[in-house]
């Protein structure tokens, strides 16, 4: 199999590391290549939301499996936008990564795939926009994967109590889910190894309240964790308010039951504890 990948970010770039050698050439996008020291090795091509180059539409043309990791924009979707005409034209297995974001507030109660939409931000709205016009792009042949917080080596609450950048924002009653890098990674295989199309939650088996997380990784790490700050009268950015506007418990039952993928870290305490272990935040 041939792999493209629109966006190699942190999660894409996971991915790649675990899985390269399940395929038969990779490459991908960058806004920059010339930039990316860091990916070395690996076949860049620039995309900054226009139409790419020549040699980059031929690529994506061959490609047999096309991994989006690119969010939508104010206007809509910038890779659809300049390359939607080639991905209509060819018979490939998309995998769009979106997220959770999209249900919106719950008030703390559970949702899975059979829940609509609802949010009422206007970025989860553009998402929910983005799978729609992916999937009818690419005839149904899409894996749409609803992202929870991503964390991960180097991007963690470890880390950020390193740095000293760490808070405890308290909302009563406000819960989230989140995901490990690693566990993304094999989520975004499952349907390529499968070949199912269909739309499925990659989080957690455990909500929980954000201020948890930062004390359990400020006791693995053998200090105080930050004091405690009231969500009502803390300064926070608006982008940074926004993401507590959602409360909800999102359901993985349905990737495990169809894909057959199984968690390495089912809670923030197992990942944790694996990324203390190797040496984050120390």
Not at 113 to 136: F, G, I, N
Not at 151 to 175: C, D, E, F, H
Request: aromatic share 8%; with cysteine; glycine share 10%.
């Amino acid at each position: 199999m041939r792999l493209f990948i629109l966006g190699l970010g942190y999660t894409a770039r996971h991915f790649v590391r675990r899985f390269s050698g399940s395929f038969s050439h990779v490459a991908g996008t960058v806004r920059d290549p010339a930039k990316r020291d860091d990916l070395a090795g690996l076949e860049l091509h620039g995309f900054s939301g226009n139409r790419p180059a020549d040699s980059t539409v031929n690529r994506i043309r061959d490609a047999d499996v096309l991994l989006i990791s690119i969010p939508p924009g104010n206007t809509g979707d910038p890779a659809l936008a300049a390359l939607g005409d080639v991905v209509a034209k060819g018979h490939r297995k998309v995998v769009y990564l979106s997220t959770i974001g999209v249900y919106g507030d719950h008030a703390g109660g559970w949702v899975d795939e059979s829940t609509p939409p609802q949010s009422s931000l206007d970025r989860a709205r553009m998402r929910v926009a983005a799978e729609q016009a992916w999937t009818e792009t690419a005839q149904g042949n899409v894996a749409i994967l609803r992202l929870a917080g991503i964390y991960g080596p180097g991007r963690n609450a470890l880390v950020t109590l390193r740095s000293g950048t760490a808070r405890r924002i308290i909302k009563p009653g406000q819960v989230f889910n989140r995901i490990h890098v690693d566990d993304i990674a094999s989520a975004i295989m499952a349907p390529i190894r499968h070949d199912n199309g269909g739309t499925w939650n990659v989080c957690d088996d455990e909500p929980a309240p954000p201020q948890d997380v930062i004390a359990y990784a400020a006791q693995l790490m053998g200090i105080a964790p930050p004091p405690e700050e009231a969500f009502e009268t803390a300064e926070m950015s608006a982008m940074a308010r926004s993401f507590y506007a959602s409360s909800a418990r999102v359901s993985n039952a349905r990737v495990k039951r169809e894909l057959g993928v199984t968690l390495a870290y089912p809670t923030y305490r197992h990942g944790l504890d694996a990324l203390w272990r190797d040496g984050d935040g120390r």
